[in-house]
C-alpha cells in the first residue's frame, strides 16, 4: 500500500471512530456519494455499487447517524497543510421552497422571483464553508454544510473557530 493510500486509510478510519451509529451505511452512503457523478434522487445513491446496503439504509443512515461535529471539524482541520496560509471560503446558497407552504422554518431567501420590487423566495438557506487550496485548480474541499435555521444568519453559521 502506498504511502497516500495508507494515510486516506487512516482518515477514513479516524472519521469512522466519530459517526456514532450506524458508521458502516454512513460510511457506504458517504463513499457512493463520492463517486456517484450526478444524483437525481436520494434514493438512487442506494444503486451504487459500493453502498452495500438495501435502499431503506440510506435513509437509516442518516437518521440513525450522530456524528461528533466538532470532533469531524478538527480531524479535517488537521489535513489542511500548516505550511501555507489557509483560504477559507463561505457560501450561502438559497433552496426555493415556494409549493411548500408548511414546510418547518421556511425563510425569506434572496431568489430569482422579484416580490415588492425585491429578489426574493421562500425556502431553506444553506451554508457551505470550504478550504480553497493555493494550488492550481478549481476545485474547494467542504468542511461543513448545514441549513440555515430562522434563528441564525448565514455570518454567524458560516463562523467556526480552528
Not at 101 to 114: C, N, S
Request: aromatic share 10%; proline share 6%; hydrophobic share 35%.
Amino acid at each position: 500500500m502506498t504511502q497516500s493510500a495508507q494515510k486516506l486509510q487512516q482518515f477514513r478510519n479516524k472519521a469512522y471512530q466519530l459517526l456514532g451509529l450506524a458508521k458502516d451505511a454512513t460510511m457506504d452512503l458517504m463513499d457512493a456519494v463520492l463517486v456517484t457523478r450526478n444524483i437525481y434522487s436520494f434514493a438512487e445513491l442506494s444503486l451504487s455499487p459500493v453502498f452495500r446496503r438495501k435502499w431503506s439504509s440510506v435513509y437509516e443512515a442518516l437518521d440513525d447517524c450522530r456524528p461528533n461535529r466538532q470532533k469531524l471539524m478538527k480531524l479535517y482541520l488537521r489535513e489542511i497543510p500548516s505550511n501555507q496560509r489557509p483560504i477559507i471560503a463561505g457560501d450561502h446558497t438559497p433552496w426555493a421552497r415556494t409549493e411548500a407552504p408548511t414546510l418547518k422554518d421556511r425563510t425569506y431567501e434572496h431568489g430569482a422571483k422579484v416580490i415588492s420590487g425585491k429578489p426574493i423566495t421562500f425556502g431553506h438557506g444553506y451554508s457551505t464553508v470550504a478550504w480553497i487550496p493555493e494550488d492550481k485548480g478549481s476545485w474547494a474541499l467542504p468542511l461543513r454544510h448545514e441549513r440555515i435555521t430562522s434563528f441564525e444568519s448565514p455570518i454567524s453559521k458560516a463562523y467556526f473557530s480552528r
